[in-house]
């Protein structure tokens, strides 16, 4: 209980560590990303509930705006941060150490803007030209099932920086065995339970997103950052998206 806390304290802004129950040793922090589905699960929540309320007194592309809007307050844009700096890096940067010297620089550059954009056009694009009921069943498959394989990155790549440089100051654990049946319950669930079969083939497209990031990662910086894993769950879950909508039309045919 004491990593599940520690990962809802770490990946949302909600004020958790009002709770004593939340105020959890420093340690735990290093298992985060390793309950980061679980995470997924309240934020997946919240989304899908505020798309599915909002749409109830206003017009549906508002209704998406408004739903992505609450998960940003609730994560406090943690991951799209991490977005913009990790496209910041690894367009701005020539050499290992400048690409990190760029990531870890709180200003914002050209890729970081233009991925950003591109990111929320695609985003809103995707989840308004779902049906409501689809948009909210593809909200709560998706956030849990991208975190638990963007986490899958500490199995495939070393920290590329030291507890001491991070900006966090936290360098994950890699997923244990234990770890890693409770990453795949609470990131494999949802969709399970929430998605017909038909829908199975999408998960295809967020795998071969984060193959190609750990390629990219590897050959740029021989590892991975906390900005590399936000990037790596917001890519996942679009290519996801776009996975649904492929088989939409395909079904539709």
């Known amino acids: 209980m004491k990593n599940i806390a520690a990962s809802l ?12 129950a939340f105020n959890v040793p420093a340690v735990y922090y290093k298992q985060v990303i390793n309950y980061w589905p679980v995470a997924g699960w309240l934020t997946a929540a919240v989304m899908a509930g505020v798309l599915w309320g909002a749409a109830q007194i206003l017009p549906y592309p508002i209704a998406v705006v408004v739903a992505i809007l609450s998960r940003l307050l609730v994560t406090g844009a943690l991951h799209e941060d991490g977005l913009a700096d990790f496209f ?16 870890k620089d709180s200003h914002i550059g050209t890729y970081g803007v233009i ?21 909210c069943l593809v909200v709560l498959s998706a956030d849990p099932l991208c975190k638990f394989i963007a986490s899958l990155i500490t199995l495939f790549l070393p920290y590329a920086r030291n507890e001491e440089t991070s900006k966090s100051k936290v360098v994950y654990n890699k997923m244990s065995a ?5 990453s795949v319950v609470f990131g494999l669930l949802p969709f399970i339970l929430l998605l017909k079969i038909d829908f199975l083939p999408a998960i295809i497209f967020p795998i071969f997103v984060f193959a190609g990031l750990i390629f990219l990662m590897k050959k740029k910086i021989g590892g991975y ?29």
């Open 88 to 103: 910041d890096g690894f367009g701005g940067g020539n050499t290992r150490e400048r690409t990190l010297e760029i990531m």
């Open 225 to 253: 950052t906390g900005d590399c894993c936000g990037a790596t769950f917001l890519m996942c879950e679009l290519s996801f998206y776009l996975g649904v909508m492929v088989i939409l039309n395909c079904l539709a045919v």
């Open 178 to 182: 234990s770890t890693g049946v409770i």
């Open 9 to 20: 304290v770490f990946f949302t802004r909600l004020p958790f560590w009002r709770l004593k």
């Open 115 to 135: 991925s950003l954009i591109f990111y929320f056009s695609f985003f809103y694009l995707l989840l308004s030209n779902l049906s409501l009921e689809m948009a």
